[in-house]
Protein backbone atom coordinates (compact mmCIF):
# COMPACT_ATOMS: atom_id res chain seq x y z
CA UNK A 1 0.00 0.00 0.00
CA UNK A 2 1.41 3.59 -0.93
CA UNK A 3 1.17 6.45 1.53
CA UNK A 4 0.29 9.01 -1.64
CA UNK A 5 -2.97 9.37 -1.31
CA UNK A 6 -5.86 7.76 -2.86
CA UNK A 7 -6.22 10.89 -5.15
CA UNK A 8 -3.06 12.46 -5.62
CA UNK A 9 -3.74 15.02 -8.44
CA UNK A 10 -6.63 15.83 -7.00
CA UNK A 11 -5.16 16.50 -3.71
CA UNK A 12 -2.61 18.61 -5.55
CA UNK A 13 -5.78 20.61 -7.46
CA UNK A 14 -7.61 21.07 -4.27
CA UNK A 15 -4.76 22.95 -2.69
CA UNK A 16 -3.38 25.11 -5.22
CA UNK A 17 -7.25 25.78 -5.89
CA UNK A 18 -7.59 26.93 -2.01
CA UNK A 19 -4.22 28.73 -2.27
CA UNK A 20 -5.30 30.53 -5.36
CA UNK A 21 -8.74 31.04 -3.80
CA UNK A 22 -8.14 32.50 -0.44
CA UNK A 23 -4.99 33.84 -0.70
CA UNK A 24 -5.26 35.73 -3.54
CA UNK A 25 -9.09 35.98 -4.48
CA UNK A 26 -9.91 36.30 -0.91
CA UNK A 27 -8.54 39.36 -0.28
CA UNK A 28 -9.51 40.91 -4.01
CA UNK A 29 -12.70 39.88 -2.86
CA UNK A 30 -12.36 41.83 0.73
CA UNK A 31 -11.43 45.04 -1.12
CA UNK A 32 -13.92 44.96 -3.41
CA UNK A 33 -16.88 44.89 -1.44
CA UNK A 34 -15.16 47.63 1.12
CA UNK A 35 -14.87 49.62 -2.05
CA UNK A 36 -18.61 49.29 -2.71
CA UNK A 37 -19.32 49.83 0.69
CA UNK A 38 -17.39 53.24 0.79
CA UNK A 39 -18.70 54.69 -2.67
CA UNK A 40 -22.03 53.98 -0.83
CA UNK A 41 -23.26 51.01 -3.37
CA UNK A 42 -25.60 48.06 -2.68
CA UNK A 43 -24.09 44.98 -2.91
CA UNK A 44 -25.85 43.79 -5.98
CA UNK A 45 -22.26 44.42 -8.03
CA UNK A 46 -20.47 42.51 -5.76
CA UNK A 47 -21.73 39.48 -6.81
CA UNK A 48 -20.62 40.63 -10.36
CA UNK A 49 -17.85 42.03 -9.34
CA UNK A 50 -17.05 38.55 -7.08
CA UNK A 51 -17.93 36.23 -9.80
CA UNK A 52 -15.43 38.09 -12.23
CA UNK A 53 -12.58 36.95 -9.50
CA UNK A 54 -13.91 33.44 -9.40
CA UNK A 55 -13.64 33.44 -12.72
CA UNK A 56 -9.71 35.16 -12.65
CA UNK A 57 -9.00 32.82 -9.47
CA UNK A 58 -10.04 29.46 -11.81
CA UNK A 59 -7.99 30.49 -14.71
CA UNK A 60 -4.70 31.37 -12.74
CA UNK A 61 -5.36 27.84 -11.45
CA UNK A 62 -5.13 26.56 -14.67
CA UNK A 63 -3.04 28.49 -16.73
CA UNK A 64 -0.08 28.69 -13.46
CA UNK A 65 -0.71 25.46 -12.10
CA UNK A 66 -2.01 22.85 -15.10
CA UNK A 67 -5.00 21.99 -12.86
CA UNK A 68 -8.29 20.37 -13.95
CA UNK A 69 -10.61 23.09 -11.55
CA UNK A 70 -12.02 24.84 -14.73
CA UNK A 71 -10.73 24.07 -18.23
CA UNK A 72 -12.98 26.26 -19.45
CA UNK A 73 -12.22 24.74 -23.15
CA UNK A 74 -13.73 21.34 -21.61
CA UNK A 75 -17.05 23.24 -20.50
CA UNK A 76 -17.42 25.18 -23.94
CA UNK A 77 -16.49 21.37 -25.89
CA UNK A 78 -19.53 19.68 -23.82
CA UNK A 79 -22.40 22.40 -23.89
CA UNK A 80 -21.82 22.62 -27.74
CA UNK A 81 -21.90 18.84 -27.82
CA UNK A 82 -25.00 18.90 -25.86
CA UNK A 83 -23.84 16.96 -22.89
CA UNK A 84 -25.28 19.87 -20.24
CA UNK A 85 -24.89 17.28 -17.41
CA UNK A 86 -21.47 17.05 -17.89
CA UNK A 87 -21.29 20.83 -18.53
CA UNK A 88 -22.59 21.51 -15.29
CA UNK A 89 -20.31 19.22 -13.52
CA UNK A 90 -17.15 21.17 -14.54
CA UNK A 91 -18.54 24.32 -13.93
CA UNK A 92 -18.96 22.99 -10.14
CA UNK A 93 -15.52 24.05 -9.03
CA UNK A 94 -16.43 27.96 -10.45
CA UNK A 95 -19.86 27.98 -8.72
CA UNK A 96 -17.79 26.63 -5.24
CA UNK A 97 -15.22 29.52 -5.96
CA UNK A 98 -17.72 32.32 -6.66
CA UNK A 99 -19.70 31.27 -3.90
CA UNK A 100 -16.67 31.88 -1.40
CA UNK A 101 -15.63 35.00 -2.84
CA UNK A 102 -19.24 36.24 -2.45
CA UNK A 103 -19.36 35.34 0.74
CA UNK A 104 -15.94 37.31 1.69
CA UNK A 105 -17.07 40.32 -0.39
CA UNK A 106 -19.95 40.39 1.67
CA UNK A 107 -18.39 40.30 4.78
CA UNK A 108 -15.79 43.06 4.00
CA UNK A 109 -19.03 45.05 2.43
CA UNK A 110 -20.76 44.70 5.67
CA UNK A 111 -17.66 45.83 7.82
CA UNK A 112 -16.87 48.56 5.67
CA UNK A 113 -20.93 49.71 5.78
CA UNK A 114 -20.98 49.56 9.93
CA UNK A 115 -18.20 51.65 10.14
CA UNK A 116 -19.23 54.15 7.92
CA UNK A 117 -22.58 54.03 9.29
CA UNK A 118 -21.31 54.68 13.06
CA UNK A 119 -19.51 57.50 11.79
CA UNK A 120 -22.11 59.04 9.48
CA UNK A 121 -25.32 58.37 12.19
CA UNK A 122 -23.61 57.76 15.55
CA UNK A 123 -27.37 58.35 17.35
CA UNK A 124 -28.24 54.93 15.81
CA UNK A 125 -25.45 52.72 17.30
CA UNK A 126 -26.68 50.96 20.25
CA UNK A 127 -23.39 50.42 21.87
CA UNK A 128 -23.69 54.64 23.10
CA UNK A 129 -26.04 55.08 25.28
CA UNK A 130 -28.39 58.09 24.28
CA UNK A 131 -28.84 61.54 26.95
CA UNK A 132 -31.76 61.36 27.98
CA UNK A 133 -33.34 63.99 30.23
CA UNK A 134 -33.33 63.70 33.47
CA UNK A 135 -36.54 62.82 35.24
CA UNK A 136 -37.71 65.84 37.39
CA UNK A 137 -37.80 68.43 34.11
CA UNK A 138 -40.21 66.38 31.80
CA UNK A 139 -43.29 69.25 31.71
CA UNK A 140 -44.70 69.57 35.11
Not at 16 to 34: F, K
Request: hydrophobic share 55%.
Amino acid sequence: MSDIGLFPRFERDLAVWVGVTLLLGGPAAWASGRALARAWQPFGRGVLYAAMLAAVADFLCYALFQTSVLPMFRIARQAASGNLIDAAVLMSGYAATAIILVAIALVGWRAARRKQMRAQYPFLDASVPTPRAPSGEMGA
